[in-house]
């Protein structure tokens, strides 16, 4: 019996450091669903394309490749906004869910399951996942962390930039049509705005236990 562990929320919530941790101490395979996103969008720009123009887009998460999810230029702000542009777009979903869907029913040999995070997985890729968590935290806060690693990895950013960026990309992942960010009605909300990793890490792992 494999177990399968979904994680939403938006945006420099923590998800990914969580997803890593339960992955790792749970010997769970992890996908970071964002990167699928970020490497179409990231795609398009690189063909000096818009990444609302739906054929790009949809040419672009097609022809993705494992090795496209390599790429440290997807870290950066300019392949987060364009991955949310071609994320509002159903064609794209429909063509990279069957990917992540695959991940999460067969995992590789010898792990006990499949954690995801991304904006809809406990809703739509995953919505029968054994535990849904959805981690949240207040927009300032989220700013902060995100301002955080930016300067951490030595790159030239102002909160008020940061803070601008991360409103247009919740705006744009909560008000789409298309798998809208929003917590499954049978998660687990997690707010991180007042805990450190580890007391996150810690919640995350008693709710997982209590529930496979
Ligand atoms: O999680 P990350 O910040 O890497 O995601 C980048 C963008 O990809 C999000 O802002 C969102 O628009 C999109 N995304 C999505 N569905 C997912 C994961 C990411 O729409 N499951």
Redesign the pocket.
């Known amino acids: 019996m494999t177990i399968v562990v979904a994680i939403?929320g938006p945006?420099?919530a923590g998800?990914?450091t969580l997803a890593r941790r339960v992955a790792q101490d749970l010997n769970l395979a992890y996908l970071?669903?964002?990167?699928?996103?970020?490497a179409t969008?990231f795609s398009v720009l690189q063909e000096q394309g818009d990444p609302s123009d739906e054929n790009l887009a949809l040419a672009a998460a097609q022809n993705l490749q494992p090795t496209d999810l390599e790429n440290d230029a997807?870290r950066h702000d300019e392949a987060?906004q364009a991955?949310?542009?071609?994320?509002?777009i159903q064609s794209v979903?429909d063509e990279l869910l069957a990917f992540?869907r695959r991940f999460a029913a067969e995992p590789p040999a010898g792990k006990n399951g499949a954690v995801?995070?991304?904006?809809?997985?406990g809703t739509v890729?995953c919505p029968h996942a054994d535990v849904k968590l959805f981690v949240t935290a207040s927009t300032e806060v989220r700013a902060q962390r995100r301002l955080k690693e930016l300067q951490d990895r030595g790159l030239d950013a102002i909160y008020a930039q940061v803070l601008k960026d991360m409103k247009d990309?919740d705006a744009?992942?909560s008000q789409?049509a298309a798998?809208p960010?929003k917590a499954a009605d049978d998660a687990v909300i997690l707010d991180t705005s007042d805990l450190d990793i580890e007391e996150v890490i810690a919640q995350a792992k008693s709710i997982i236990s209590e529930r496979t």
Request: glycine share 12%; hydrophobic share 40%; net charge positive.
């Open positions: 939403d945006a420099a998800k990914g970071d669903t964002g990167l699928l996103y970020r969008g997807l987060a991955a949310s542009k071609v994320a509002v979903r992540q995801l995070d991304g904006r809809d997985i890729v990309r744009r992942d789409r798998a960010l």
